[in-house]
């Protein structure tokens, strides 16, 4: 993914009205379960340390494009979970191990910060140079204590989505099994399969992408017809007074991912899409009337004949081709 692509679609869903936006549409159907104000933002920072050479550990730091912690009151208790979006404008073909590995890191990191409170809690210094000592705190059994995780603890669960930014259907694997070549059932019956969650625009009809109620919306339809015309010119005026409130951010979205030519204004909060794309065609067709014209004079026609073979008035012509005007 180029970096501006990288960076704008980033900013853009760690937004919490569309970060909540894409989890209440993936596991809620688009019903607003989740709720912007209740999500936390995480680091997005994890450290694997898998084996190198020799046995020798090597620090590897995985980044993961956003997380945020939410919290749900049920039944007057806070429940948390976590949610981590992966934005993706090329397709990635390792994307169930790339996902796979960043649960399996927030695991392992809960389970390692869960090690920590328990030493903590556990190990007080009476003085500098005494032992530790149990001030009145379960003693846990010798399982736990190895472990570092107790019986009663619990993991926080881990929820990822990947977001595919790209007009074509995505061809890539969406499971572990799919990246295997192994056709023996007994030997995929020992093993955990890992699925990707994606949202990808080509893949989902026009009315799943009306359950998005943030701009994520205007986004999903404008990439999925980016190079579709005809198609693109219906949901513009299909849903045309959402297209001409499009907030700036998602305006950069669409021109970062599709590079449709839309311009507008710097400082704008709102984009009216539908205007920059008729003002863009308007100016593509005049680029091109232009380019006939020179062409037309080139060969000898007169300029009354070139005015009306591209459909523009003579001065018009005329001002292109840098003659006198008529006075």
Known sequence: MPLKADTITKNYVKDTSVFADIFNYYIYGGEQMILPERLTERDTTKIALPYGADGAVVPVQKFRDVQKLY??????????????????????????????LYDALE?????????????????????????????GKKTPSTGEFLSGFWAEDKLIPSVTVTIFFGSEKWDGPLSLFD?????DPKVLACMDNYHVRLIAPAQMSDEEIMKFQSSLREV???????????NLSRILKTNEKRFREVERRAADVIEAITNSGIKYEEGKEAVDVCQAIQEMRAESEQKKAQ????????????IEKIAQAVGYAVETVKGWLELESTP
């Open 71 to 100: 919290a749900a009151m049920t039944d007057g208790n806070t429940e948390y979970v976590l949610y981590g979006a992966e934005n993706q404008a090329e397709i990635h073909y390792a994307m169930p191990v790339k996902n796979n």
């Open 107 to 135: 695991y392992a990191g809960q389970v390692e910060e869960a090690a920590k409170s328990h030493r903590k809690e556990m190990k007080r210094k009476k003085n500098p140079g005494e032992a530790f000592i149990n001030k």
């Open 179 to 183: 990246m295997m070549d192994a056709a």
């Open 220 to 230: 999903m339809l404008f990439i999925k017809y980016s190079k579709d015309k005809d």
């Open 291 to 302: 380019e006939v014209a020179g062409n037309l004079y080139e060969m000898g026609l007169d």
